[in-house]
């Protein structure tokens, strides 16, 4: 990798020291911008930044790539804490049986969704769908992400759910940016179980969890908790199992109704609580204080014609909020984090500077990366994007569906 300096820089942002782990509330609002700036890294790791005023030029030239920035724009690489990228193929027939008038939730019961992805998965090789899932991480490196968080819960059988995180496995072995498993077997009953819960419940505890927990093949564990999927009880003896195996918790809750899971997740410890589409004030109550992230999909809502979570609302009441893809073939068909952060500012009224602090300090806490990403930090190693030319920082937002993305470092 060797040496880079970035220099002239339009604006450096997200770069300081003494961070705090996320930013709340109003703190948000906050987004440090050195204009004018320099960067270096030595091996992927910052070790100088600052104003070119004070830039003391190089001792030793060797080896060392320069890129001029002039016009362009320093942020730390997006972190896309929430995906279910690996999957065997796209599921556009739903979307225009939706067009036509049928919800998510009614093609759903006719075996669409969920079940569909994993009739489909449970037929592919693990090589087809590494290929597959590799070049769909490429597209997301170009749009500027940095660290992808990966979901399984599209095989559902034993064997399924373990050729998915083994895919996951190699990808986190193979790629040059880092990325996260999560086992999410609780993502559906499979048929054969829709009348029998505690069967396929026993499977996940008893079957997959412990290959999972000796091969080390998750960080996380998620449930999907809403009517129809995992209800709170189901969900918490799940997380509960997971926990036997050190799997931190990161959940599915609140999509199409508040049943309470949010709760139950912050005391279980859960990382971050993800989609709140529709949000109570007891749910911002037991999220007030602690430690969990509320994280929302906006692309999840423009695509299912769903509501869009409560930003301010949120943020009025001094939560952090970090903003992911949720990208999956039913309910969100794109990585795009600027197309995300365009959504979070026109239709969640929050402001460039919260989309940006969304997508990177917090959404780095969200998927436990806060030592290396997120920020621009002396000694962090940081992923970091140059944007193009472009007139300032809420243009990414503004100019929706351009990639304002020219490279990620
Ligand atoms: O996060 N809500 C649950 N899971 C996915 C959608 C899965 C699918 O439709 O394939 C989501 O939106
Ligand atoms: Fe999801």
């Not at 509330?25 to 790791?45: R, T, W």
């Not at 930044?49 to 002039?70: F, H, L, N, P, V």
């Not at 496995?169 to 029998?196: C, M, W």
């Amino acid at each position: 990798m060797g040496k880079i300096l970035i220099k002239n820089i339009k604006g450096l942002v997200q770069a300081g020291e003494n961070f705090p782990v996320m930013k709340r509330g109003k703190e948000m609002a906050e987004l440090p911008i050195i204009s004018n700036a320099f960067l270096a890294l030595e091996d992927g790791v910052i070790i100088e930044y600052g104003s070119m005023d004070e830039w003391g030029g190089i001792a030793d030239w060797r080896g060392i790539e320069i890129i001029d920035a002039e016009g362009k724009y320093v942020l730390p690489a997006f972190c896309d804490a929430h995906t279910h990228i690996v999957f065997a193929r796209s599921r556009e027939e739903e979307f225009v049986d939706r067009i036509h008038g049928l919800t998510y939730e009614e093609i759903a019961l006719k075996g669409g969704g969920i079940l569909n992805s994993a009739r489909r998965l449970q037929e592919m090789s693990e090589d087809e769908l590494y290929e597959k899932t590799k070049k769909r991480i490429d597209l997301l490196k170009s749009y500027g992400t940095g660290a992808i968080e990966i979901k399984s819960g599209y095989g559902l059988t034993v064997d399924a759910e373990l050729k998915m995180l083994r895919v996951i496995q190699r990808l986190k072995e193979n790629s040059d940016i880092v990325i996260k498993a999560t086992f999410l077997g609780a993502h559906a009953f499979p048929s054969a179980y829709k009348e029998n819960h505690r069967g396929y419940l026993d499977l996940i505890v008893n079957e997959m969890l412990p290959i999972i927990g000796k091969e080390k093949l998750a960080d996380y564990i998620d449930a999907f908790c809403e009517r129809n999927y995992f209800s709170v009880e189901e969900m918490a003896e799940v997380l509960e199992a997971g926990a036997k195996y050190n799997l931190v918790p990161k959940v599915h809750v609140n999509q199409f109704s508040a049943l309470g899971g949010i709760k139950k997740a912050v005391e279980m410890g859960a990382l971050s609580v993800d989609h709140l589409e529709e949000i109570t004030d007891e749910d911002i109550a037991a999220l007030h204080g602690s430690n969990c992230m509320p994280t929302i999909l906006p692309s999840c809502s423009h695509f299912l014609s769903i509501p869009f979570g409560d930003a301010r609302r949120m943020l009025n009441a001094g939560l952090p909020i970090a903003l992911a893809s949720d990208f999956n073939p039913g309910s969100t068909p794109s990585g795009n984090l600027q197309f995300v952060m365009s959504l979070a500012c026109v239709k969640m009224k929050m402001t460039p500077e919260e989309a940006i602090n969304a997508l990177t300090i917090n959404a780095a806490y969200a998927m436990g990366l806060s030592d290396t990403h997120g920020t621009i930090s002396i000694g962090k190693k940081t992923p970091v994007l140059l944007t193009k030319e472009i007139p300032s920082l809420a243009y990414i937002a503004y100019a929706f569906g351009d990639n304002h993305v020219e490279r990620l470092i």
